[in-house]
C-alpha cells in the first residue's frame, strides 16, 4: 500500500544543513489506522509531506500501491495527490476567503463531479465533523478546533484510499478528538489506509500500531 | 489583578447570532496559574482575547490590576498589551518574512530597550523554550512545536505580569510541553499571572485552579 524506503530529507541553510529524515524506511498496508509518534521537530510532518508527495525525498524511495512515486511528473503527482491521498495539515491550510462549505468543496473540482453532488458531499463531510452549523462562516469567524474539523472533512470529501492526518486532534477536547479517532477506525474498516502523528499517548494507544521517530530516524 | 464581570460577546452573522459568551465572570489574583477548559467552541479563546484587551465585550467589565478597561483609548489599550500582557496566540500569529529571533524582538521595539539588550533577550526567552539553534530560521523553516514555542518565547520577552496562552502545548511531546508548563510555574513563582487554556486534562491537573466552559457559560 505504502512503501518508503530509506527516505532523507535535508534542508541546506547557508554553511549548516538541517538532517529532518535520515533513512526512514516504513510499509503500511491497506486498513492499518497507524500512529507516527515522536518529539517535536523530530521529522513527523516531514515524513507525511514525503508519504503525501507533497516534497520529494532527498535520497530513498517511495511507492503507492505498488507504483513508484520517483519517475512521475508534476502532474500525475497532483492526480495522485487529488484522486489518492487526503491530507490534514498540522496548520489546517484553509483558504480564508471562502466558506467552511466552499472549503470543503474544493477538492472535488478536480473530478469532475456536478456542483449539485459537490455540495452534499461538502455538507456530509461536515456533518461527521459536527460543523453541519457553521457552513457559511469563514475559517477566521471559526474557533481553533472548528477550524481542524474543517480541514479533516475536506481531507475526507474525495474518499480517499490513503488519509494522512498531521496531529488531527491537537486542537480538539476529548471527546470530539475521540469521535474524529472512531470515524478514522471506521474508514480503515472499510480498507483504507489512515496514518495519524501525534503527540498523544491516548491517541497512540487507540490506533492499530505505533511507530516512534526520535531525530529524524524510527526507533525500533 | 484580573477581574471579569458577566462577559459576553456576540457575533451577528446576517439573521444568524453567535453567542459566543453568554455571561462569565471571573477573579484570578497574582500568583494563580489558571486552566481554562472546555469543548471546541465553548468560548475559551473568545474570552482570552477580552481579557488580554484584543477585542471588547459585547457586555460585561473588565478590571486588570484595578483599573477598568472600558473607559480606555486605543493607545492606552496598546500599552497595556505591550507592558502588561503576554498572548500565546493559538494559531501562534508569527511574522512569516522575518527570522524567528527578529519575531522574539518585535516586542521590545516599543518599549525603548536598545537593540543589543533586545536581542540577548530574544535570545535568552528561545533558549529558555529550546530553540538556540534555531534563530536565524523562519517560521515557514519550523515544525509545528517549534513554531509553538516562538510564540510562547515571544510572549515572555517584556516580562509581562499576565501572560495568556491558548493552548501553548497543543503541538508539543509530552517532554516538552512538561518544560513549558515548569517554566510557567517558575512564572507564577515570581507573583506573575498565567492563564492556560488547554484541552489536555494533565495540563489542567498540573495547574493550581481550573475552570471550565460550555457554551459560553463557565460551569460550576
Ligand atoms: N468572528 C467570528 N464570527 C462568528 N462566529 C465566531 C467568530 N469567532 C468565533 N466565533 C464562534 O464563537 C464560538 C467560540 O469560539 P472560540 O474560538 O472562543 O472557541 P474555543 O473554545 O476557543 O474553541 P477551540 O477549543 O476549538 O479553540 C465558536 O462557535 C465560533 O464559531
Ligand atoms: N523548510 C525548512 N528549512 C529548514 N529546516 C526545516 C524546514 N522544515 C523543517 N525544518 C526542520 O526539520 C526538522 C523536522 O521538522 P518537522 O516539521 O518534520 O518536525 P515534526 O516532527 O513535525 O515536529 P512537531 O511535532 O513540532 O510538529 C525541524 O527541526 C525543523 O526545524
Ligand atoms: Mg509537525
Ligand atoms: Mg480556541
Not at 518508503?4 to 510499509?27: D, I, N, P
Request: proline share 4%; aromatic share 4%; net charge neutral.
Amino acid at each position: 500500500m505504502i512503501s518508503a524506503v530509506q527516505l532523507t530529507k535535508e534542508y541546506r541553510m547557508g554553511e549548516s544543513t538541517v538532517h529532518a529524515l535520515r533513512g526512514v524506511s516504513l510499509q503500511v498496508a491497506a486498513g492499518e489506522l497507524l500512529a507516527i509518534m515522536g518529539p517535536s521537530g523530530s521529522g513527523k510532518s516531514t515524513l507525511m509531506h514525503l508519504i503525501g508527495c507533497l516534497d520529494t525525498p532527498t535520497t530513498g524511495s517511495l511507492s503507492l500501491d505498488g507504483e513508484p512515486v520517483a519517475g512521475l511528473s508534476e502532474e500525475q503527482l497532483a492526480v495522485i495527490r487529488n484522486r489518492k491521498i487526503g491530507f490534514v495539515f498540522q496548520q489546517f491550510n484553509l483558504l480564508s476567503r471562502i466558506t467552511v462549505l466552499e472549503n470543503v468543496t474544493t477538492p472535488l473540482m478536480y473530478g469532475g463531479v456536478g456542483w449539485r453532488e459537490r455540495g452534499q458531499r461538502a455538507e456530509e463531510a461536515l456533518d461527521r465533523v459536527g460543523l453541519s452549523d457553521r457552513l457559511r462562516h469563514r475559517p477566521t469567524e471559526l474557533s481553533g478546533g472548528q477550524r481542524q474539523r474543517v480541514a479533516i472533512a475536506r481531507a475526507l470529501v474525495t474518499r480517499p484510499s490513503i488519509i494522512l492526518a498531521d496531529e488531527p486532534t491537537g486542537a480538539l477536547d476529548q471527546e470530539t478528538g475521540r469521535a474524529i479517532l472512531d470515524l478514522f477506525a471506521a474508514i480503515c474498516a472499510e480498507g483504507k489506509t489512515v496514518i495519524v502523528v501525534t503527540h498523544d499517548p491516548q491517541v497512540g494507544a487507540f490506533c492499530g500500531r505505533r511507530v516512534a521517530l526520535r531525530d529524524g530516524l524510527l526507533e525500533e
